[in-house]
Every structure is written in C-alpha cells, then in structure tokens.
C-alpha cells in the first residue's frame, strides 16, 4: 500500500506562494504517476496537477495552470508542488495520491490510503 504524507501548508497573503511536498512511501522508480488534488471549503475533492513516473507529462487544471508547477524526485520519494501568485480562492486542504488504473487527465483508481492533506490559506 502506497503511503502518503503531505507537509508544507500555511497561512500565505495573496500574491504569495507556497511549496507542499509529499513524501511516498512506496516509489518504483518511475512506476507511479502521481496526482495533487485540493479540497476547497464546502466543495468536493478535486484534482488540480499530475505528473508522470518520467515526468514527461504534466497535466493543470485551468484554475491553477501558469501559476502552480508539479514536480517529483525519484530518488527522494517525494513529489512537490509549487504554488504561486496564490489568491483567497486557492484556500484549501491539499492532498496528493499514486494513480493505481486510469490516467493523468481521468484517475479511475488512486490509493485508498489518502494523507492528512496540507491546509493552505490565502489572505486577501
């Protein structure tokens, strides 16, 4: 079972940024892709950035492409994200996962054994 654990979260003025990193237990080399949802106040859990075991391909949702890059060390187990010109509405619990079956664009299975995410809070 992949084991995941997400540090870095803050409380951040709008315009700031933030680095989240994940730390993955089980890491293959390039055998996972992996995955950084967010879960905004009072909204479901929804993907926001994914990368490749190669990182050949990234993927953004709109809300965050051009200010957020994703990227990982193989060789530290550990993928990160780096958040820029953050605003209010990026206020949310962060959290990453492995992509078990599906992909980059449409997970269909990820790890059940979610982390206890990073809060991140933008101030306007």
């Known amino acids: 079972q992949v084991q995941l654990v997400e540090s870095g979260g803050g409380l951040v003025q709008a315009g700031g940024s933030l680095k989240l990193t994940c730390l993955v237990s089980?890491?293959?080399?390039?055998?996972?892709?992996l995955l950084w949802y967010r879960q905004r106040p009072g909204k479901d859990r929804e993907l926001i950035a994914s990368i490749t075991g190669d990182s050949q391909i990234i993927h953004y949702t709109d809300a965050v492409k051009g200010r957020f890059e994703v990227s990982r060390d193989n060789e530290k187990k550990t993928l990160y994200l780096q958040m820029n010109s953050l605003k209010p509405e990026d206020t949310a619990v962060y959290y990453c996962?492995?992509?078990?079956?599906?992909?980059?664009?449409?997970?269909?299975?990820?790890?059940?054994?979610w982390g206890q995410g990073a809060q991140v809070t933008v101030s306007s």
């Open positions: 996962n492995a992509l078990l079956s599906g992909t980059i664009y449409f997970p269909s299975r990820v790890s059940n054994n």
């Open positions: 089980e890491f293959s080399g390039f055998g996972y892709s």
